[in-house]
């Protein structure tokens, strides 16, 4: 590591003027300057003219990547409302028949490898044959357009297929990933009622073979509306489909013969349903549309992610979280998606940049937890592998601290371009994010994506500059849900985005905007730390606490007590033969004062085994939160959307403990 201290803010990277030339997004401002007569000084003035002139910006994105649609539009947006906002009515398109646009002889559609299976390419014509059979097969088993087709499948080439099937003849995709548990998948699938299912008989993680041969017997006995389930024999050539109900070997699916047909749809026919996390209460099912999904894909890929035709677009994903979704867009650009199927730690954290360097990766993505684990484990990349491909490295799920960014730059490249982003399932991208023209500071975001006004707003809705405030959009965006699955009058809609400031979506997390418009993200508002009147992020506290070598992992939470107390707990996971004494707590305690203030000190530290986190790899802040407010469990938490569900127990038991010690 640098010797140089690295705080928010510092400055580490500026692209050069070949980079700036070369990118995208000044391809499309030349553009506009050239078709539209618009001209722009710098980005900041794109930005603007994107969200005030948001019809104007929309329109140039169909027109400016050529959108196919066998019916034009009539108009851009009927009306700037949230939500109900109408977009391109009159338009009928198809988002796949728009992904087989971009077919090359010259490139592979896509890269897959696992723990099992070396490096390989799927060739365009094989992706295009397969995706035919099977939208022939789905036909077949009377599959319609808006019927709902689920998918119970790992990150593999099939999955890639079976959605963009499904897409073609205007069914609508939902996946789960097949380490979710039965409970977890069966909440989401039953809700939206598929009449087919694919699935895998097991899958293999972290060198193990997982059987799931019983899990899909028992998702076809809660799925009464299921007509038939396509079986993939992903983990042994022995599957046998009579072993289950109304089955299908995948084998059968891709001999069929027939021709790729892509069944027009309306701009806001739906395309697939994805959910919210589920780590309380009954997952909500996000409905997003064929042409809002494929425009804003177009949209960020292309300028914010600066993907061009070939490039190897790889993050780390499983088909349960939504950036499986967004690298499958990559293709809609014309880029190869490069899949993984596999413990990115196994056999050790080294796995994913040895697979960066053979599968020659333009664009690594990945979560800001890989990024940090790696940096703790000492990782040195760029001495052990050959990354001159490597264009840039992307961080999303939680915020990235200062350090982590230092991680990158000192570790992985110093001319490398960090694109830190943060968005959501619930609108298939990102409000904040990067921009090749832009400087990348430490702990920032480099920039508000365009067509997104974003901002920091505080109690009484007026935007914050240098100042931790909630995060809005007040224009609609194409990708916005269409709806909830199974929402009357639209209610939990409302509820989840609108029930704060009328009118403009409030995302949940706390951000703080610079006077140069990049942002810093301070972790989700409903788990908002606040002592004195002074809110706090979290991410702030695990910045400075993750900092120390011996701590591996934090927590913390703020607990609202009776009578105005306020409990503000941390626990820390320590490295192995490390233990949390008098000692340690102090280490720990003088770390966050001198890095923030006393008033972030917590009232008490404890040691735990392990931090509870969601099946991406997300802190479960509020689940934590609400168990320690003494709420019901089963309410609480959901453990079946957690990649540790056994870890929640400690904080159970704590509970019990903290009632006894207030009745006492």
Same mark, same amino acid.
């Given at each position: ?57 929309? =329109? ?15 108009? !851009? ?21 728009? &992904? ?60 890639? !297929?079976?959605?963009?099937?499904? =897409?073609?003849?205007? =069914? ?78 995948? =084998?059968?699916? !891709? ?9 027009q749809v309306p701009f806001e026919h739906p395309l697939w349903v994805v959910y919210s996390s589920g780590t309380t209460g009954l997952p909500k099912g996000l409905v997003h549309g064929h042409g809002g999904i494929l425009l804003e894909l177009i949209k960020f890929l292309g300028f914010h992610v600066d993907l061009k035709p070939g490039d190897h677009f790889f993050w780390f994903s499983t088909t349960g979280w939504v950036m499986w979704n967004i690298v499958m867009g990559g293709l809609l650009v014309g880029a190869t998606p490069v899949l993984f199927d596999g413990n990115p730690g196994y056999p050790d954290l080294d ?56 991680? &990158? ?64 959009v007040t224009e609609p965006m194409p990708s916005m849900p269409l709806y909830l699955w199974n929402d009357t009058h639209n209610e939990r809609y409302m509820e989840s985005y609108f029930d704060t400031y009328p009118g403009i979506w409030r995302h949940g997390d706390w951000v703080k905007m610079t006077p140069r418009g990049s942002m810093v993200i301070l972790g989700r508002s409903d788990s908002t730390l606040k002592r004195m009147g002074v809110r706090m992020g979290s991410s702030e506290i695990y910045s400075a606490v993750e900092d120390l070598p011996e701590v591996l992992d934090s927590l913390i939470v703020g607990v ?11 626990? &820390? ?92």
């Amino acid at each position: 590591m640098s010797d140089e201290t690295i705080t928010e803010g510092t400055l580490l990277w500026e692209p050069s003027q070949a980079f700036k030339a070369q990118a995208n997004i000044t391809q499309y401002m030349q553009w506009l300057k050239a078709e539209k007569d618009l001209s722009f000084d710098d980005y900041d003035s794109l930005w603007e003219w994107s969200t005030t002139h948001t019809e104007d910006f929309w =329109a140039s994105i169909w027109e400016y990547y050529g959108i196919r649609a066998s019916k034009p539009y009539t108009k !851009v947006l009927s009306e700037r409302k949230m939500p109900g906002a109408k977009w391109f009515e009159g338009a009928e398109l198809n988002y796949a028949e728009n &992904v087989f646009e971009n077919a090359s002889a010259d490139r592979p559609a896509l890269l897959f490898q696992s723990e099992t299976q070396a490096l390989t390419e799927i060739s365009w014509d094989e992706l295009h044959q397969k995706v035919a059979s099977v939208a022939v097969s789905l036909r077949e088993m009377g599959v319609e357009r808006g019927d709902c087709v689920a998918a119970y499948m790992p990150n593999i080439p099939e999955t890639a !297929v079976a959605f963009l099937a499904t =897409a073609s003849i205007g =069914a609508i995709w939902s996946s789960c990933s097949p380490d979710f548990g039965t409970n977890s998948v069966i909440d989401r699938f039953k809700q939206i009622e598929p009449k087919v299912l694919f699935a895998v008989n097991g899958y293999t993680y972290g060198g193990k073979v997982f059987d799931r041969q019983a899990a899909v017997t028992e998702l076809q006995g809660a799925l009464p509306t299921l007509k038939r389930t396509v079986l993939v024999p992903y983990v042994t050539d022995g599957a046998d489909a009579s072993a289950f109900t109304d089955t299908v070997m995948w =084998a059968e699916l !891709v001999e069929t013969e027939g021709e790729l047909r892509f069944e027009q749809v309306p701009f806001e026919h739906p395309l697939w349903v994805v959910y919210s996390s589920g780590t309380t209460g009954l997952p909500k099912g996000l409905v997003h549309g064929h042409g809002g999904i494929l425009l804003e894909l177009i949209k960020f890929l292309g300028f914010h992610v600066d993907l061009k035709p070939g490039d190897h677009f790889f993050w780390f994903s499983t088909t349960g979280w939504v950036m499986w979704n967004i690298v499958m867009g990559g293709l809609l650009v014309g880029a190869t998606p490069v899949l993984f199927d596999g413990n990115p730690g196994y056999p050790d954290l080294d796995t994913l940049w040895t697979f960066a360097e053979k599968a020659k990766l333009k664009v690594f993505g990945t979560s800001a937890a890989f990024i940090t684990a790696c940096m703790k484990a000492g990782l040195t990349p760029a001495k052990d592998h050959d990354l001159t491909e490597l264009k840039a490295i992307g961080s999303t799920g939680s915020p990235l601290p200062p350090e982590g960014f230092q991680w &990158v730059y000192d570790e992985i490249k110093k001319d490398i371009w960090l694109v830190s982003t943060s968005g959501g399932t619930d609108i298939c991208s990102g409000f904040l994010g990067g921009c090749p023209l832009l400087p990348v500071h430490a702990g920032e975001l480099q920039c508000r994506c365009l067509g997104v006004k974003a901002y920091a707003f505080d109690d009484s809705g007026n935007p914050l500059i240098d100042q931790v405030g909630e995060l809005v959009v007040t224009e609609p965006m194409p990708s916005m849900p269409l709806y909830l699955w199974n929402d009357t009058h639209n209610e939990r809609y409302m509820e989840s985005y609108f029930d704060t400031y009328p009118g403009i979506w409030r995302h949940g997390d706390w951000v703080k905007m610079t006077p140069r418009g990049s942002m810093v993200i301070l972790g989700r508002s409903d788990s908002t730390l606040k002592r004195m009147g002074v809110r706090m992020g979290s991410s702030e506290i695990y910045s400075a606490v993750e900092d120390l070598p011996e701590v591996l992992d934090s927590l913390i939470v703020g607990v609202q007590g009776e009578g105005g107390k306020y409990y503000m707990p941390l626990f &820390v996971v320590l490295k192995e033969g490390q233990v949390l004494d008098e000692e340690m707590k102090s280490k720990i305690k003088n770390k966050i004062r001198s890095a923030l203030s006393p008033r972030h000190l917590p009232d008490d530290i404890r040691a735990i085994e392990a931090v509870p986190r969601t099946l991406n790899g997300k802190k479960l802040e509020v689940p934590v939160k609400k168990v320690l407010m003494g709420m019901p469990v089963d309410t609480s938490v959901n453990r079946d959307s957690m990649s540790n569900p056994d870890s929640m127990d400690y904080f159970i038991e704590l509970a019990k403990e903290l009632g006894s010690s207030a009745s006492a």
